[in-house]
């Protein structure tokens, strides 16, 4: 018998869609990928060089199971300069991606019963990691004229004497939506664990972003290099957490998965020391392909209320079209050979929503645009 923590996990339904569109090209078929949220760049070439010497120099053996420290020493200078905090080398822990981080963050956090709050839409892999963990997500519902941003009064309105942590990603992940400082000082301002994923951060068109470190120490912040550097197959991230924490997460990395991998430490520090042009350049190429792809879904009726400002996504609202997003975006991936994420993959709110991801060049998402024109042309309704 299969265990039950397995059976009761959710597919993604994003790598549906992408193993989907694999297969159809397997076949001859060309598909606009709008779906998966992978930068297109290559990974600039310092970072590649410094892997390079790293292997070299022999640098293939186990590291310190909380990281390099030339590396957490780099991550502190980074949020000192980004956001003017003090973080010590002892508060981070680096991890091999961010996923393997928040699996030993709410470890180290939850208790079977605790519940977290966590926004509606939300990345769908934040609930996976509470319920194995036997946790409950307990999600508030965000709403579009708000840019799903989370409201102080419904996160009051959901609080319970179980509750131990609410999440806060901005960017967002599916909306692009950047949260503004008062509402994050407002989310600090509650006597509750923060866990903020900032992943997206270094990608915001508009403003500026903000680390919850700058409003409160109860907090936990996820990131990583994959990105903003362009490493998503690098596989590394990190967790910068409060000292107490540290240890517990870095006996259960010891246990679980020893060490992050060594010549790829190497290379993520020259991405903080060596890459920010190139990843300004990437940042720059991004947000004139979100105006290409916010324009033109708004010409084909898709609604987009408030505009996404950071991360590479839009979601847009395409219940005028079909309220099932699944089968919605499975016929348009048959029908116009356009790969698009269902909005049901990131909660109840978003169903009836699209997200599109602008990480493919200019000229694919202009073709990308004319096929789904002349898909909502020819619609009549789904089989």
């Not at 903020?196 to 912040?221: P, W």
């Not at 362009?230 to 924490?245: C, D, N, Q, S």
């Not at 599109?356 to 096929?371: D, H, M, N, V």
Request: overall charge negative; glycine content about 6%; hydrophobic content about 40%.
């Amino acid at each position: 018998m299969i265990a039950k923590r397995a059976r009761e996990m959710k597919p993604f339904y994003v790598m549906e869609i992408l193993e989907k569109a694999q297969a159809l090209e397997r076949e001859g078929h060309d598909v606009v990928h709008l779906e998966v949220g992978e930068p297109d760049f290559d990974t600039p070439e310092p970072i590649k060089e410094a892997c390079r010497e790293a292997l070299k120099e022999g640098k293939t053996h186990y590291t310190h199971s909380q990281g390099i420290l030339e590396l957490r020493e780099a991550i502190c200078e980074v949020y000192y300069e980004n956001y003017g905090v003090e973080v010590t080398p002892d508060q981070v822990l680096i991890t091999s991606g961010t996923s393997p981080a928040m699996l030993l963050l709410f470890s180290a956090l939850l208790e079977e019963g605790d519940e977290v709050i966590l926004p509606d839409p939300t990345y769908p892999c934040y609930p996976n990691f509470i319920r194995y963990l036997r946790a409950m997500p307990l999600f508030v519902k965000t709403e579009e004229d708000e840019g799903f941003r989370y409201d102080l009064e419904e996160v009051k309105a959901s609080l319970s004497p179980r509750t131990k942590a609410i999440i806060v990603n901005s960017p967002s992940n599916p909306t692009g939506v950047v949260m503004e400082e008062e509402r994050l000082r407002e989310m600090a301002s509650l006597p509750y664990w923060i866990v903020s994923d900032e992943i997206y951060h270094g990608l915001v068109y508009e403003g500026k972003e903000h680390t919850m470190l700058e409003f409160t120490d109860r907090c936990f912040v996820l990131n990583g290099f994959s990105k903003l550097y362009a490493m998503t197959g690098w596989r590394l991230g990190y967790v910068i957490a409060p000292r107490e924490f540290i240890r517990p997460m870095q006996v259960m990395q010891q246990n679980f998965f020893i060490s992050p991998n060594a010549f790829v430490q190497w290379a993520a520090l020259a991405a903080l020391r060596e890459a920010k042009e190139y990843a300004e350049g990437m940042r720059h190429e991004y947000n004139r392909r979100r105006l290409l792809l916010l324009e033109g879904l708004r010409k084909l009726g898709l609604r987009v209320k408030v505009e996404p400002t950071g991360a590479f996504y839009i979601l847009a609202n395409a219940r005028h079209i079909s309220e099932d997003s699944r089968k919605l975006a499975f016929d348009i991936l048959e029908k116009a050979k356009v790969g698009v994420t269902p909005g049901i993959d990131f909660g109840q709110q978003a169903e009836g929503y699209l997200r599109f991801s602008y990480t493919t060049s200019q000229k694919r998402i202009r073709e990308g645009l004319r096929r789904l024109e002349e898909y909502l042309k020819g619609f009549q309704g789904l089989p």
